[in-house]
């Protein structure tokens, strides 16, 4: 997919960036989070929708005040999914990169290859603690709408 992409903006004429990182990453993991929340909608109850629609409630109303807040679960899975998967993904951000840009994973790439072991560990423990940071509250505050 990386190369894929590289050669679309190339020929469009992209110039490459953190932009194109950026559209790399949409593109890769919007499938996943359209899955997370799809699977949340398949359990949805759309009388709701009806009955906020019955006493008086606007379209935007609707979707900002029942369906967003009961969707956001799903969101939050699918973008802590999405987080996970792109800082995970190498080989995309490092074809779309353009000079100057760079990620997380690219950065720990060079400092791999000119060797300073010691600041890729401590990077790498910060970053799994993060991560683990982030999961915990989120089964913490999944638990407590549950």
């Known amino acids: 997919m990386g190369m894929s992409l590289l050669l679309f903006f190339v020929a469009s004429g992209v110039q490459l960036g953190l932009?194109?990182?950026f559209l790399a990453h949409t593109t890769f993991c919007i499938s996943y989070v359209a899955m997370v929340v799809l699977a949340r909608l398949q359990d949805f109850d759309f009388s709701v929708i009806e009955a906020a629609q019955d006493l008086g409630a606007g379209?935007?109303?609707?979707?900002?005040?029942?369906?967003?807040p009961l969707l956001a679960p799903g969101i939050a899975a699918g973008?802590?999914?999405?987080?996970?998967?792109?800082?995970?993904?190498?080989?995309?951000?490092?074809?779309v990169a353009g000079p100057g840009s760079t990620t997380l994973p690219i950065r720990i790439y060079s400092m791999i290859k000119h060797g300073s072991p010691p600041l890729i560990n401590a990077l790498s423990t910060i970053l799994l603690v993060v991560t683990f940071a982030a999961v915990s509250i989120s089964q913490r505050l999944t638990k407590e709408k549950a």
Do not use: H, N
């Open 19 to 21: 932009f194109t990182i």
């Open 79 to 95: 973008a802590l999914l999405a987080f996970t998967l792109s800082v995970d993904d190498f080989v995309i951000s490092f074809f």
């Open 59 to 68: 379209w935007w109303t609707t979707a900002t005040r029942v369906l967003l």
